[in-house]
C-alpha cells in the first residue's frame, strides 16, 4: 500500500497523454535526432536477419550507396569484422615465421621447416572443414585458434622432430628396429599426448562457458588441438622418413657419381 498512491499518480498521467509533434519533443530527445543546422537522423532498418555476415554487408552496401557517411551498429559490427579478420591473418602469418624461425634456430636445416609446418597446416585445414560441418564456423571470439594451433603445433611437431634427429645422429636406435618404430617407443610420444591432453582439458573447460563466443573458442580449441596431435603423430613421422629415405638415396647417387 505503500507504493499505490504513487502508481496511481503515475498512471493518471499516462492517460493524460496526447499526440506528440517535433515541437513538444523534450530537447534531450530532440537532439538526438535533429542537429542545430536542421539535418535530420533516419534509421533504416533491415529487412533480412544481419546476424547473417553476408546479409550484413549486403545491407551496409545499399546504405552507403544513398548515405555513405552512415552510423549504427551493423557498419561498427562489419566494420569491426573486418578489422579482426585481418589481425587474425596478421597474427597468423606472424605465428608461422616466428615458427619457422625457431625450428630453423633448433633444427638448423630449412627442409624441416616445411616438414614441421606441413601437418600444422594440414590440422588448420581440417579444423575449418570440421567446424563447418558441425556448424561451428570462425567466428570474432573463436578465430583466436589460428594463431593458437600453429604455437601449440609447432611445439608439440619440435620435440618429435629434435628427438629423431637425435636418436639418427646418436644411432640410439636398435638393429633390428626401425628409425620410426625406435621413435614411438621413446617417451617422446607419450609426452606429446600428455602435454596435448592437459591442454585440451584446460581449454576445453571454456566450452562450458554460457558466453556463445567463449564457448564456441573452447570447443573449436579441443577440436584443433587434437586434430594437431593427431596430424603430428601421425603425417610428420612419414614425412621425416620420407625426408631421411630421400637424403640417402641423394647421398647415394652423389657418392657413385664421385
Do not use: C, W
Amino acid at each position: 500500500m505503500r507504493y499505490f498512491p504513487m502508481q496511481m499518480a503515475r498512471l493518471r498521467l499516462q492517460l493524460t497523454a496526447r499526440p506528440v509533434e517535433m515541437e513538444s519533443l523534450p530537447p534531450a530527445i530532440s537532439r538526438r535526432f535533429i542537429s542545430p543546422d536542421g539535418l535530420v537522423r533516419v534509421e533504416v532498418l533491415p529487412a533480412h536477419d544481419v546476424r547473417d555476415q553476408e546479409a550484413r554487408r549486403v545491407f551496409v552496401d545499399e546504405v552507403a550507396e544513398i548515405s555513405p557517411d552512415l552510423s549504427g551498429g551493423a557498419i561498427s559490427v562489419l566494420r569491426a569484422g573486418d578489422v579482426v579478420g585481418q589481425a587474425m591473418v596478421q597474427a597468423s602469418l606472424l605465428a608461422l615465421a616466428l615458427g619457422s624461425i625457431l625450428i630453423f634456430v633448433l633444427i638448423r636445416r630449412i627442409g624441416f621447416i616445411f616438414i614441421v609446418m606441413a601437418p600444422i597446416l594440414l590440422a588448420g585445414v581440417l579444423t575449418a572443414a570440421i567446424g563447418i560441418l558441425i556448424g561451428l564456423p570462425f567466428n570474432f571470439a573463436n578465430v583466436i585458434v589460428l594463431p593458437l594451433l600453429i604455437g601449440l603445433g609447432v611445439d608439440s611437431a619440435i620435440h618429435l622432430a629434435m628427438r629423431a634427429r637425435h636418436m639418427a645422429l646418436e644411432k640410439q636406435a636398435d638393429p633390428g628396429q626401425s628409425g620410426m618404430a625406435a621413435l614411438f617407443s621413446s617417451s617422446t610420444p607419450r609426452a606429446v599426448v600428455l602435454s596435448a591432453l592437459t591442454t585440451i582439458g584446460s581449454f576445453g573447460s571454456l566450452a562450458l562457458s554460457q558466453h556463445r563466443g567463449t564457448a564456441s573458442m573452447g570447443m573449436l580449441l579441443m577440436i584443433a588441438i587434437s586434430i594437431t596431435v593427431l596430424t603430428t603423430l601421425v603425417v610428420l613421422p612419414f614425412l621425416l622418413r620420407f625426408a631421411d629415405g630421400l637424403s640417402k638415396r641423394l647421398k647415394n647417387k652423389k657418392a657413385r657419381k664421385e
